[in-house]
Nanobody
Framework: VQLQASGGGLVQPGGSLRLSCAAS????????IGWFRQAPGKEREGVST????????VYADSVKGRFTSSRDNAKNTLYLQMNNLKPEDTAVYYC?????????????????????WGKGTLVTVSS
Protein backbone atom coordinates (compact mmCIF):
# COMPACT_ATOMS: atom_id res chain seq x y z
CA VAL A 1 0.00 0.00 0.00
CA GLN A 2 1.48 3.31 -1.06
CA LEU A 3 0.15 6.83 -1.04
CA GLN A 4 1.81 9.84 -2.60
CA ALA A 5 0.51 13.35 -1.99
CA SER A 6 1.42 16.23 -4.28
CA GLY A 7 0.28 19.69 -5.30
CA GLY A 8 1.42 21.79 -2.37
CA GLY A 9 3.11 25.13 -2.74
CA LEU A 10 3.09 28.79 -1.83
CA VAL A 11 -0.17 30.66 -2.34
CA GLN A 12 -1.48 34.05 -1.28
CA PRO A 13 -4.38 34.37 1.15
CA GLY A 14 -7.64 33.93 -0.74
CA GLY A 15 -5.99 31.73 -3.33
CA SER A 16 -6.61 28.11 -4.28
CA LEU A 17 -4.68 24.88 -4.56
CA ARG A 18 -5.61 21.33 -5.47
CA LEU A 19 -3.81 18.48 -3.77
CA SER A 20 -3.66 15.00 -5.24
CA CYS A 21 -3.04 11.67 -3.55
CA ALA A 22 -2.16 8.79 -5.85
CA ALA A 23 -2.71 5.34 -4.39
CA SER A 24 -1.00 2.13 -5.46
CA UNK A 25 -1.19 -1.42 -4.23
CA UNK A 26 -4.83 -1.16 -3.24
CA UNK A 27 -8.15 0.28 -4.38
CA UNK A 28 -9.05 3.59 -2.77
CA UNK A 29 -12.72 2.72 -2.68
CA UNK A 30 -11.98 -0.37 -0.54
CA UNK A 31 -10.51 1.75 2.25
CA UNK A 32 -11.42 4.59 4.51
CA ILE A 33 -9.39 7.55 3.27
CA GLY A 34 -8.72 11.08 4.31
CA TRP A 35 -6.68 14.24 4.33
CA PHE A 36 -4.85 15.38 7.44
CA ARG A 37 -2.51 18.25 8.19
CA GLN A 38 0.11 19.21 10.68
CA ALA A 39 1.16 22.79 11.27
CA PRO A 40 4.47 23.66 12.93
CA GLY A 41 4.30 23.02 16.65
CA LYS A 42 0.84 21.51 16.46
CA GLU A 43 -0.62 18.02 16.47
CA ARG A 44 -1.78 16.35 13.31
CA GLU A 45 -5.46 17.03 12.67
CA GLY A 46 -8.14 15.73 10.40
CA VAL A 47 -9.19 17.84 7.42
CA SER A 48 -11.53 15.56 5.51
CA THR A 49 -12.32 11.86 5.76
CA UNK A 50 -14.45 9.29 3.94
CA UNK A 51 -15.49 6.05 5.61
CA UNK A 52 -15.99 2.66 3.99
CA UNK A 53 -19.39 2.31 5.69
CA UNK A 54 -21.40 4.85 3.78
CA UNK A 55 -18.93 6.74 1.61
CA UNK A 56 -19.91 10.04 3.19
CA UNK A 57 -17.32 12.80 3.45
CA VAL A 58 -16.90 14.82 6.62
CA TYR A 59 -14.88 17.99 7.03
CA ALA A 60 -13.26 19.79 9.91
CA ASP A 61 -15.24 22.87 10.91
CA SER A 62 -12.24 25.04 10.06
CA VAL A 63 -12.38 24.08 6.37
CA LYS A 64 -16.11 23.57 5.75
CA GLY A 65 -17.32 25.54 2.77
CA ARG A 66 -13.76 26.13 1.53
CA PHE A 67 -12.31 22.65 0.96
CA THR A 68 -13.78 19.83 -1.12
CA SER A 69 -12.53 16.27 -1.22
CA SER A 70 -13.21 14.05 -4.20
CA ARG A 71 -12.12 10.70 -5.49
CA ASP A 72 -11.46 9.42 -9.01
CA ASN A 73 -11.76 5.66 -8.77
CA ALA A 74 -10.56 5.13 -12.34
CA LYS A 75 -7.32 6.94 -11.52
CA ASN A 76 -7.24 5.59 -7.96
CA THR A 77 -6.58 9.14 -6.82
CA LEU A 78 -7.95 11.31 -4.02
CA TYR A 79 -8.11 15.08 -4.39
CA LEU A 80 -8.48 18.03 -2.07
CA GLN A 81 -9.61 21.27 -3.65
CA MET A 82 -8.75 24.13 -1.31
CA ASN A 83 -10.29 27.54 -1.94
CA ASN A 84 -10.15 30.83 -0.05
CA LEU A 85 -6.99 29.72 1.68
CA LYS A 86 -6.01 31.39 4.92
CA PRO A 87 -2.62 31.72 6.63
CA GLU A 88 -3.84 29.30 9.30
CA ASP A 89 -4.16 26.62 6.62
CA THR A 90 -0.36 26.55 6.38
CA ALA A 91 0.72 22.99 7.16
CA VAL A 92 2.10 19.78 5.77
CA TYR A 93 -0.84 17.92 4.26
CA TYR A 94 -0.99 14.12 4.29
CA CYS A 95 -3.31 11.57 2.78
CA UNK A 96 -3.97 8.36 4.67
CA UNK A 97 -5.94 5.14 4.38
CA UNK A 98 -7.33 2.55 6.75
CA UNK A 99 -9.04 -0.82 6.28
CA UNK A 100 -11.26 -0.64 9.36
CA UNK A 101 -14.90 0.40 9.51
CA UNK A 102 -14.93 3.37 11.85
CA UNK A 103 -17.18 6.21 10.81
CA UNK A 104 -15.69 9.21 9.09
CA UNK A 105 -16.12 11.51 12.09
CA UNK A 106 -14.04 9.16 14.24
CA UNK A 107 -11.20 9.13 11.72
CA UNK A 108 -11.34 12.92 11.63
CA UNK A 109 -10.87 13.08 15.41
CA UNK A 110 -8.35 10.25 15.67
CA UNK A 111 -5.76 10.42 12.87
CA UNK A 112 -3.59 7.95 14.77
CA UNK A 113 -5.84 5.02 13.84
CA UNK A 114 -5.13 5.39 10.12
CA UNK A 115 -2.92 2.51 9.02
CA UNK A 116 -1.24 3.89 5.93
CA TRP A 117 0.27 7.31 5.39
CA GLY A 118 1.85 8.98 2.43
CA LYS A 119 4.62 11.54 2.55
CA GLY A 120 3.21 14.97 3.04
CA THR A 121 3.10 17.99 0.80
CA LEU A 122 3.71 21.47 2.19
CA VAL A 123 1.11 24.17 1.77
CA THR A 124 2.17 27.69 2.69
CA VAL A 125 -0.37 30.50 2.67
CA SER A 126 1.35 33.84 2.89
CA SER A 127 1.44 37.23 1.23
Amino acid sequence: VQLQASGGGLVQPGGSLRLSCAASGFRLDDYAIGWFRQAPGKEREGVSTISINDGKTVYADSVKGRFTSSRDNAKNTLYLQMNNLKPEDTAVYYCAADSSYYDAAYYLREPRVMDYWGKGTLVTVSS
